[in-house]
């Protein structure tokens, strides 16, 4: 299957400080890509869904100005968490699906955790 | 709207038992369905799909799952559950419509040796 590479696996920062998490389409054209984030013991929360050169498009009640999405090309979008809090702290993970495919396929995570 | 639902929190099986994680969906159209598993601090690794075709879909691992129509279900199944399955079990909907994926709640399985 297609390999999708995020980028850290885990990272710790200071409150106000802002992160920076990529993720990578290895082998295959990720025309989309999407961020979700995961709070202990619960589903996947889709928070944006990105194509590539174009703007993302935010889920109701994700703060766009906080969480910033790039797709700037067709292996690579990224997620920075702005001025990061302890309450962001999370697990975000990416998928990545391409023309033609009928699924989508998913980064191994990064744990994120703001002090 | 369209929902997917995992009933169960948590499923508790002996090893060497067979296991069922249950899945039921409430979407439009045709729905492309999916099992993935996520270990601790991991991203979702997929273990099957169903597109169209059997109804039965076998998968990584000794998974399979039935596609059910009339029940709107896609239940996950193992004939003999190993120690080493114990995880957190995610059912999906892909939407081709708005080309999303919807999850459900996920199920947590306890296989006891």
């Known amino acids: 299957g297609a390999v999708v590479s995020q980028h850290p696996s885990w990272v710790i920062c200071k409150s106000g400080t802002s992160v920076k998490i990529e993720c990578r389409s290895l082998d295959f054209q990720a025309t989309t890509m999407f961020w979700y984030r995961q709070f202990p013991k619960q589903s996947l929360m889709l928070m944006a869904t990105?194509?590539?050169?174009?703007?993302?498009?935010?889920e109701q009640g994700v703060e766009k100005d906080k969480f910033l999405i790039n797709h700037a090309s067709l292996t690579l979008s990224t997620l920075t968490v702005t001025s990061a809090h302890p309450e962001d702290s999370s697990f975000y993970i990416c998928?990545?699906?391409?023309?033609?495919?009928?699924?989508?396929?998913f980064g191994q995570g990064t744990r994120l955790t703001v002090v | 709207a369209q929902s997917v639902a995992q009933p169960e929190d948590q499923v508790n099986v002996a090893e060497g038992n067979p296991l069922t994680v249950k899945c039921t969906y409430s979407v439009s159209g045709n729905p492309y369905l999916f099992w993935y598993v996520q270990y601790p601090n991991r991203g979702l690794q997929f273990l099957l799909k169903y597109i169209t075709g059997d109804n039965l879909v076998k998968g990584s691992y000794g998974f399979e799952a039935e596609f059910n129509k009339s029940q709107t279900s896609f239940h996950l199944k193992k004939p003999s559950a190993l120690v080493s399955d114990s995880a957190l079990y995610f059912c999906a909907v892909f939407l081709t419509g708005g080309f999303k994926t919807i999850f459900g709640a996920g199920t947590r399985l306890f296989v006891k040796a």
């Open positions: 990105s194509n590539e050169g174009s703007k993302a498009t935010y």
């Open positions: 998928s990545a699906t391409g023309t033609g495919r009928a699924e989508a396929f």
